[in-house]
C-alpha cells in the first residue's frame, strides 16, 4: 500500500500544538490520553473534520506495537510472527492454508445452503474477510470498524494494563469491496460481505481493509497498515465508561447462536493447529 509520504496531516498531536504531522511522525509519537468516552468522540470528530479526502476507521487494541526503530506498527495476521523473521518457507505455509479453508468455507456455505453467498466467490477477499473476522486463519486482511463505541470496547477486551484506539485513513468505499489501485488498498464492508447467518459483522460494525494486489513473497514495510495511520488515542481504564456511553460487553461483540461461527469453528479445527 502506498503511504501518505511527506503530506502533513490533522492529527492528535495537532490538538495541542495546532501544527500538522508527517506519517513517520505519527507513527513515532506518544498517544494522547483521553478520559471519557464522551471526550474520544469530540477529538474524533476534529480529527474527521479536518482529514475530509479520508474514511476514517477505528481499531481498539490493548497494546501499541512497534518495530524496532519506534513506530508503531499493524501487520496483518499472516504476516506476523511474534519471534524472528518470516522466511518465504513459513508463509508460503499459510497461504497455502488460507487457500484450504477459503475453499472449505466456500463449499460448507454452499452445501448448507446458506442465504446470500452467490458474490463469494467470484472474489477470495471476501471469503478471506469472513476467515479472519471469525479468527480461523491469517489472512492478508486487517479488522477495523466504522465504531468507536466497538472499537474502544475492544481495546479494554484485552486485559492488559493499558488501551488504545488507533485511526486510519484510507479512499472512501464504494460498495462491498472496494479497489483502489492508485492507493493499492482494498476496502471490506463486512456487513455487505457475510452472509446474513452471520451476527458478529453486524454487531461490529466490521470493515476490513488490506494491501491490493494482496499477495506477497515476504514480509515488507508496504504491507504494514501503520502507513496509514493518523491518530495515536490512548484511553483511561477508570473512568472512561458511564451510564450515557457504557461499554459493549463481550457477549454483544461476539453474540451467541452465530451460525456462520459454527462453521468456521469446523473449518479452524481441521486445518488449524
Known amino acids: 500500500m502506498r503511504n501518505f509520504g511527506n503530506l502533513k496531516l490533522w492529527c492528535h498531536l495537532t490538538l495541542d500544538s495546532d501544527e500538522k504531522f508527517t506519517n513517520k511522525e505519527i507513527r513515532e509519537s506518544v498517544p494522547i490520553k483521553v478520559y471519557s468516552f464522551r471526550d474520544l468522540v469530540q477529538i474524533v470528530a476534529r480529527i474527521s473534520y479536518h482529514n475530509p479526502d479520508y474514511s476514517l476507521f477505528y481499531r481498539g487494541q490493548g497494546r501499541d506495537f512497534k518495530l524496532a526503530a519506534g513506530s508503531s506498527s499493524f501487520y496483518p495476521t499472516i504476516f506476523r510472527k511474534k519471534r524472528g523473521s518470516l522466511f518465504k518457507k513459513e508463509l508460503d505455509g499459510r497461504f497455502d492454508i488460507l487457500k484450504q479453508c477459503t475453499d472449505e468455507l466456500f463449499k460448507s456455505l454452499h452445501s448448507k445452503d446458506v442465504e446470500g ?49 488507533f485511526i486510519f485513513g484510507v479512499p472512501y468505499p464504494r460498495g462491498t469491496i472496494t479497489y483502489s489501485v492508485e492507493q493499492e488498498l482494498l476496502t471490506i464492508k463486512l456487513i455487505s460481505a457475510c452472509p446474513s447467518d452471520a451476527l458478529r459483522p453486524h454487531f461490529q460494525e466490521g470493515y476490513l481493509i488490506g494491501t491490493f494486489p494482496s499477495r506477497a513473497e515476504r514480509k515488507l514495510p508496504q504491507l504494514d497498515f501503520g502507513r496509514r495511520l493518523i491518530a495515536k488515542i490512548e484511553l483511561d481504564k477508570k473512568g472512561f465508561w458511564d451510564n450515557d456511553f457504557p461499554k459493549m460487553p463481550k457477549n454483544s461483540l461476539y453474540p451467541e447462536d452465530d451460525y456462520i461461527e459454527d462453521i468456521c469453528k469446523e473449518i479452524r479445527s481441521k486445518y488449524v493447529s
Do not use: M
Open 117 to 165: 453467498i452467490s458474490k463469494l466467490n467470484k472474489f477470495p477477499e471476501l471469503l478471506w474477510s469472513i476467515l479472519q473476522h471469525y479468527e480461523v486463519c491469517g489472512t492478508p486482511l486487517l479488522d477495523v470498524t466504522h465504531s468507536l463505541r466497538a472499537a474502544a470496547s475492544f481495546a479494554f477486551l484485552s486485559g492488559t494494563p493499558k488501551a488504545y484506539l
